[in-house]
């Protein structure tokens, strides 16, 4: 098993940026493909970007790309998620997720863990 626990959440106003973070412990982290999901208020939680296990590839949402970068440290158990040019829409809890299966899903149903959540909200 792998326990989650995003943080770096927060207000943050149009353009800012915010880097969120998500520890793991439990089970051998490098196994896992990990991922960022988020819900934003009245929709289904949805896929934010991946990174697998053996390559480090990364995937990201149309709706992010070019404005969040997803990353992983096997070493210190964390997965970030940096975002930049924060808009309105962006607003939504944040979810940190693994996959054990090691693929680069963007399917809720295919990962085994999840976390919390951290709020982000973007606002003037």
């Known amino acids: 098993q792998v326990q989650l626990t995003e943080s770096g959440g927060g207000l943050v106003q149009p353009g800012a940026s915010l880097r969120l973070s998500c520890a793991a412990s439990?089970?051998?982290?490098?196994?896992?493909?990990l991922g960022w999901f988020r819900r934003a208020p009245g929709k289904e939680r949805e896929f934010v970007a991946a990174?697998?296990?053996?390559?480090?590839?990364?995937y990201t949402a149309d709706s992010v790309k070019g404005r969040f970068t997803i990353s992983r440290d096997n070493a210190k158990n964390t997965v970030a998620l940096q975002m930049n040019s924060l808009k309105p829409e962006d607003t939504a809890v944040y979810y940190c997720?693994?996959?054990?299966?090691?693929?680069?899903?963007?399917?809720?149903?295919?990962?085994?863990?999840w976390g919390q959540g951290t709020q982000v909200t973007v606002s003037s």
């Open positions: 990174i697998t296990r053996r390559n480090g590839n990364t």
């Open positions: 439990g089970d051998t982290f490098s196994l896992y493909t």
């Open positions: 997720a693994a996959d054990y299966s090691g693929g680069a899903s963007q399917r809720l149903a295919d990962y085994d863990y």
